[in-house]
Structure formats: structure tokens, C-alpha cells
């Protein structure tokens, strides 16, 4: 069965106080895998999509990795508009399977003046 | 602008009462998704359509139903066999040739 485990549930930060989140999965025919970030009572918004090991893509504060097991969310200098649940999907390729984002239970990051 | 309308934001339901969730994208993509979200757990999948007039069952289908009319609208029916449907459902979208879902507002169930 097709697992994505993220990292630790609540991180608790002060601002300008660097880290990361992690995201483990364990699937067969990796399509990509993504990170969202999601406020409270909303939709989930896109932040990135990662297809090969040894990827790396950023954005503002935010820079994801990936590697054949696993994907960080590394979050540079967080200021408290960064607060956050940020979750993590993986697709897979179906083969016939069921279509879909696989996700993770998401990080919620709160980042303190 | 385009994107993913879901309404109503918030919906009340009595026992044994069915009722549906409005799903309508303007970004002109093919398949179109429908989330579960409850506290402590990760976004679980109720149905998908990849083209108009068909669907497939998710990981937890049991207690709904879908339609895909049209390309733009894909409306979930919580039914009176869905035994915990307070939840926060999420509809999302994407084109077959891209991978980047865009996900609507949400709208939050509540048994009453």
C-alpha cells in the first residue's frame, strides 16, 4: 500500500529561525510528488511539483528537495505570515489503478514574531 | 480570472437527509476530484472523472454519489448511508497533460 508520512505533525518556530519539513513515501511509479500549503477553512494552494530524485525547486522563503525515499520542505528566515499546514502528495503512475494525489497529514507550522 | 467555485461554504444537514455539494470549474481541464478532510488525517479521496459522463470510485466512496454532466461541473451527493459526513470536502481539478492540481475553497459539512 502506497504510504506518505510527513514530519513532524506541529513545529513551532521563532521568526528568521530556519528548518525543515519532511515528507517519507513509500510508492511504486513515482509521477510526482507535491507540497501545498494550506490556511485554515481554505483549499489547499500549490507551491511545488517534484519529478526526479536530486530535484530542487524554490520559492520566495520555501525550497523543496527530493530523493527516492524522501522530500524536504526547507523553509529559509520563516516570517509569521508563513504560518501554515503544509501538506505533502505523491502520484503515482496507475496502470489501471485509481487516479488521484495520495496525501500525507500535513505539518502545521506556526512561525512567532 | 479562472479556478474552482464550491458552494455552499458552509452546509447544515439533518439525519437521514441527502444533500449536494456544487463543484464548477473555468479552467477547461479533463478530470476533476473530490477530498474528505477531517481533523488529524490527510485528504482522502471520494471520486474522480477523468471524462465527461464517467467516474471512478475513490478509497472511500461508500455513502456518496457523483455525476459528470458537463466538463465544468462535478457535484458530490452526501447520502443518508454516509453514517459521519461532518467534514471539511474539497474539490479539485487538473489537465491530463499536466500534473498541478488546483484544489476549490472547500465547503464544510456539519450533521445536525
Known amino acids: 500500500e502506497d504510504q506518505v508520512t510527513q514530519s513532524p505533525e506541529a513545529l513551532r518556530l521563532q521568526e528568521g529561525e530556519s528548518s525543515s519539513l519532511n515528507c517519507s513515501y513509500t510508492?511504486?511509479?513515482?509521477?510526482?510528488l507535491f507540497w501545498y500549503r494550506q490556511d485554515p477553512g481554505k483549499g489547499p494552494e500549490f507551491l511545488f511539483t517534484?519529478?526526479?530524485a536530486g530535484e530542487e525547486k524554490e520559492k520566495e522563503r520555501l525550497k523543496a528537495t527530493l530523493t527516492k525515499k524522501e522530500s524536504f520542505l526547507h523553509i529559509t528566515a520563516p516570517k509569521p505570515e508563513d504560518s501554515a499546514t503544509y501538506l505533502c502528495?505523491?502520484?503515482?503512475?496507475?496502470?489501471?489503478?485509481?487516479?488521484?494525489?495520495?496525501f500525507g497529514k500535513g505539518t502545521h507550522l506556526i512561525i512567532q514574531p | 480570472d479562472g479556478g474552482i467555485t464550491q458552494s455552499p461554504k458552509y452546509l447544515f444537514r439533518k439525519e437521514g437527509q441527502n444533500v449536494t455539494l456544487s463543484c464548477e470549474q473555468n479552467l477547461n481541464h479533463d478530470a476533476m476530484y473530490w477530498y474528505r478532510q477531517d481533523p488529524g488525517q490527510g485528504l482522502r479521496l471520494i471520486y474522480y472523472?477523468?471524462?465527461?459522463?464517467?467516474?471512478q470510485k475513490g478509497d472511500i466512496a461508500e455513502g456518496y454519489s457523483v455525476s459528470r454532466e458537463k466538463k465544468e461541473s462535478f457535484p458530490l451527493t452526501v447520502t443518508s448511508a454516509q453514517k459521519n459526513p461532518t467534514a471539511f470536502y474539497l474539490c479539485?481539478?487538473?489537465?491530463?497533460?499536466?500534473?498541478?492540481?488546483?484544489f476549490g475553497s472547500g465547503t464544510r459539512l456539519t450533521v445536525v
Open positions: 517534484l519529478y526526479s
Open positions: 472523472s477523468q471524462i465527461v459522463n464517467d467516474f
Open positions: 502528495a505523491v502520484r503515482i503512475h496507475s496502470g489501471g489503478g485509481a487516479d488521484g494525489l495520495t
Open positions: 510508492v511504486s511509479g513515482l509521477r510526482g
Open positions: 479539485a481539478s487538473t489537465s491530463l497533460r499536466t500534473d498541478g492540481y488546483t
